[in-house]
C-alpha cells in the first residue's frame, strides 16, 4: 500500500522569507500523480500543485515550486517570499496513474507565517 | 461557477445515533468521494461514487453508506456513532479526463458525545 510521510508537524518561517515542506512516499508503482494541497483555518483545501511524476522537470506555480526526486521518493514543496496568507496547513498526497479514486495523503505541517 | 458545497457545516450528535451528511459536487463534475480527516491528521478515503454506485471503497466499517443521486450529489450516512468517528468529513469531486485533480468543499464536523 502507499503511504505519504511528511516528517515536520510545524514549521515557521518570517514573511518574505523561503521555506521548504518535506515529503516522502513509498509506493511500488511508476505511474502516478503527487500533489500539495493547503488547508486555511477556513477547512477547505485547496489545490496548490501538482506534478506527474514521469515528467523529469520540477513543476512550478508562481512562488510555489517542488523538488521531485523520484529515486528517492521525495517530493519537496519550496514557498519563494512567503506572505501572512500561505500560513495555513500544507498537505502531501498521492495518486496512482491508474487509480483515480483515492488519494494518499500525509500527516500535514502547519505552516506559521511571522510579520 | 459553484464550487463543492457541503452541509451541514457542524453538528453534534451522541453515541449511537444515526447522522448524514450531503454534498453537491461542483459544476461539470460527476464523481464525489468522502474522506474523513480526523483531529491532526490527513483526509483517509472513505469511499467514491459515480454513475449512482459505489465504485471503491477506503478501510471503513459498513457503518459507513453513501449514495450518489442523478444530479451527482451525495450523501454520507454513518450508523451506529461512536466517539471515534468525530471528525471533519469532507467531500471531493472531479470530473472526468484531465489529471483527476480533487476539488475540496469545507467539510462537515461532526462531535459525536
Known amino acids: 500500500a502507499q503511504t505519504v510521510t511528511q516528517s515536520q508537524p510545524e514549521m515557521s518561517v518570517q514573511e518574505a522569507e523561503t521555506v521548504t515542506l518535506s515529503c516522502t512516499y513509498d509506493?511500488?508503482?511508476?505511474?502516478?500523480?503527487l500533489f500539495w494541497y493547503k488547508q486555511p483555518p477556513s477547512r477547505q483545501m485547496i489545490l496548490v500543485i501538482r506534478?506527474?511524476?514521469?515528467?523529469?522537470q520540477n513543476a512550478t506555480e508562481n512562488r510555489f515550486s517542488v523538488n521531485f526526486q523520484k529515486a528517492a521518493k521525495s517530493f519537496s514543496l519550496k514557498i519563494s517570499d512567503s506572505q501572512l496568507g500561505d500560513a495555513a496547513m500544507y498537505f502531501c498526497?498521492?495518486?496512482?496513474?491508474?487509480?483515480?479514486?483515492?488519494?494518499?495523503f500525509g500527516s500535514g505541517t502547519k505552516l506559521n507565517v511571522k510579520p | 461557477d459553484a464550487g463543492v458545497t457541503q452541509s451541514p457545516t457542524h453538528l453534534i450528535k451522541t453515541r449511537g445515533q444515526q447522522v448524514t451528511l450531503r454534498c453537491s459536487p461542483k459544476?461539470?463534475?460527476?464523481?464525489v468521494s468522502w474522506y474523513q480527516q480526523a483531529l491532526g491528521q490527513g483526509p483517509q478515503f472513505i469511499f467514491q461514487?459515480?454513475?449512482?454506485?459505489?465504485?471503491q471503497r477506503g478501510n471503513f466499517p459498513d457503518r459507513f453508506s453513501g449514495h450518489q443521486f442523478p444530479n451527482y450529489s451525495s450523501e454520507l450516512n454513518v450508523n451506529a456513532l461512536l466517539l471515534g468517528d468525530s471528525a471533519l468529513y469532507l467531500c471531493a469531486s472531479r470530473g472526468t479526463g484531465g489529471t483527476g485533480e480533487l476539488f475540496f468543499g469545507e467539510g462537515s464536523r461532526l462531535t459525536v458525545l
Open positions: 509506493t511500488s508503482e511508476s505511474d502516478y500523480y
Open positions: 459544476s461539470g463534475h460527476d464523481t
Open positions: 498526497a498521492y495518486r496512482s496513474e491508474y487509480n483515480f479514486n483515492k488519494f494518499y
Open positions: 506534478q506527474e511524476a514521469y515528467k523529469q
Open positions: 461514487y459515480y454513475e449512482e454506485e459505489e465504485r
